[in-house]
Structure formats: structure tokens, C-alpha cells
């Protein structure tokens, strides 16, 4: 599985390497990291069916994580990548705009790795 994380802090990518090392040498799954929801987009644009899954922080500068779910959402429809946002910020008015606008889940900072491994391997079943 082809996971895409978005997050402006990129302290990030280290960790999730780190944390997912065993899955990465596994060959379970493979991270490739974007700095910006422009990033994204762009990485999106040239790999059209290169992540299955994206895991997008909200609160970025430029582009917001709730902007990119939104172009994601629309503009690739067969098959829409599953969406997963992650915030600092657990209020409600972040989770219900991100659900109205089709996020497949919604995960707070500090990210529990724990729990997020086994949601991922939920979905490679």
C-alpha cells in the first residue's frame, strides 16, 4: 500500500519512517511525503493511482489540509484515494467540515502509532 502524508513539519517524515520501518521493510507499505498541499496535488497529477492512501495534516500554510481534501475529492473520483486527517486541534467544527467534505477518518496529534497500524492494516485486508 502506497501512503501519501502531507504535513508542513518535516520532522514528520523521519518519524513515520521510523515507525513503520518494519512494515516498509516488509514491502507492506510504502511512504512518499509531501510538504504542502500543492505538493501534494502535484505528486497526485504526475502518479495518478500512486498512493491508495492519503494521510493530510489540516493546519498547513497556503493550501489547508481541508482545501486539498476538498480538490481531492473532486477531481479524482475512480478511484477516490482514502483521506485521512490528522490535526493538533480535536474540536468539532474540524471534524464535521472534514466529514462533510469526505474524510475517511480523522486522527489527532500526537498521533497514536499504535492505533494507526492497525487501522492500516485493517485496510490492506
Known sequence: MKILVVDD????????LQKFRKEIKGYEM???????????????QT????????????NMPGMSGLELLRLIKERYEKPPPRVMMITAYGDD???NQAMKLGAD????KPVDFVALKEKLKAKLV
Not at 477518518?105 to 489527532?108: E, K, N, P, V, W
Open 105 to 108: 477518518d480523522f486522527l489527532t
Open 30 to 44: 510504502e511512504f512518499v511525503f509531501a510538504f504542502s498541499g500543492e505538493e501534494a496535488l502535484q505528486y497526485l
Open 47 to 58: 502518479n495518478e493511482h500512486g498512493a491508495v492512501l492519503i494521510l493530510s495534516d489540516i
Open 93 to 95: 467544527e474540524n471534524y
Open 9 to 16: 513539519e518535516e520532522d514528520v517524515q523521519a518519524l513515520f
